[in-house]
């Protein structure tokens, strides 16, 4: 293959990329995307990846991080687990490394691969400071303890 770009390579291998990472997805049988159904996690996947490919095409993660810190908000309130919605960004990820291995050349590998997981490295980031800080906001109650220690003294 001649050399190209990483982002003209993402925006060639779109819908391969996006339908290995659905089928990842649904073999892995996640709670809420199960129920939100294939259309709509199409439909985030699909999100997703075009936040990755003008991460890369502009070099900017501004509106990756903006994204992953929005899309962080939205799953809390939903009520999805940290570890299910990084689940997608991961999905994404080997998704388009495996693209990137098997249609690049060599010489190609490490930038693309280099730009794909820092662009969704900076997104799951983002995502995970964000859940963290919005779960660190509600205030468990306190636990009584008390019988862990009973005969002790």
């Not at 159904?37 to 003008?54: I, W």
């Not at 019988?147 to 002790?152: H, R, V, Y």
């Given at each position: 293959m001649s050399r190209v770009d990483t982002a003209t390579f993402l925006t060639r291998e779109r819908e391969p990329i996006l339908q290995a990472a659905a089928e990842s997805l649904g073999r892995m049988h996640v709670r809420h995307y199960d129920?939100?159904?294939?259309?709509?996690?199409?439909?985030?996947?699909?999100?997703?990846?075009?936040?990755?490919?003008?991460a890369v095409e502009r070099r900017d993660l501004g509106p990756m991080i903006a994204y992953a810190e929005r899309i962080a908000e939205e799953?809390?309130?939903?009520?999805?687990?940290?570890?299910?919605?990084?689940?997608?960004?991961?999905a994404l990820e080997e998704a388009s490394w495996s693209r990137v291995l098997t249609e690049l050349d060599p010489a190609q590998l490490s930038e693309a691969l280099g730009l794909i997981s820092t662009v969704l490295g900076a997104?799951?980031?983002?995502?995970?400071?964000r859940y963290v800080s919005l779960a660190a906001d509600v205030r468990a109650p306190s636990l009584d303890l008390s019988?862990?220690?009973?005969?002790?003294g």
């Open positions: 129920a939100a159904g294939t259309e709509a996690v199409e439909k985030r996947l699909r999100a997703l990846f075009d936040q990755l490919a003008n799953r809390y309130t939903a009520g999805y687990d940290l570890s299910e919605v990084q689940i997608a960004f991961n997104g799951k980031d983002a995502l995970a400071r019988a862990l220690f009973a005969g002790t």
